[in-house]
């Protein structure tokens, strides 16, 4: 029996990335000589508000990844992950001393002050 890969590309982004975001990451898979796969999103039990965020660079696609490109960037979402997720921008905002992504995520009830908890 012949099995289908059901991941999904959307039209209309899941997660979308701001140009900062978009071009850091573009900088930082230049760094890492990274041409495959692209940046995964995901959410995890933990942190002070119950889930962390997940940020990384994956080679890999899985089976029900949803799977969005802007700007050139590959957005991989898992599907557990993309409840939580969905709507969120990824920004990256860098100032004198450090830089670093921002998840506004308008699925999330409450935040924690690092930003990168929340419990929705």
Known sequence: ????????TTQTPLV??????VAE???????QDLTEGGLRLGVKG???SGLSYTINFDEKIGEFDTV???GGVKV?????????LE???LDYQKDMVSGG?????PNATKTCGCGESFSA
């Open 25 to 31: 990451v573009k900088r930082l898979m230049d760094v």
């Open 76 to 84: 991989i979402v898992d599907v557990k992950s993309a409840i939580y």
């Open 68 to 70: 969005c490109e802007q």
């Open 1 to 8: 029996m012949e099995t289908t890969q059901t991941t999904e």
């Open 87 to 89: 709507g969120m921008q």
């Open 16 to 21: 979308t990335l701001t140009e900062a975001a």
């Open 101 to 105: 992504f921002k998840f506004i995520n």
């Open 46 to 48: 933990g942190g002070c």
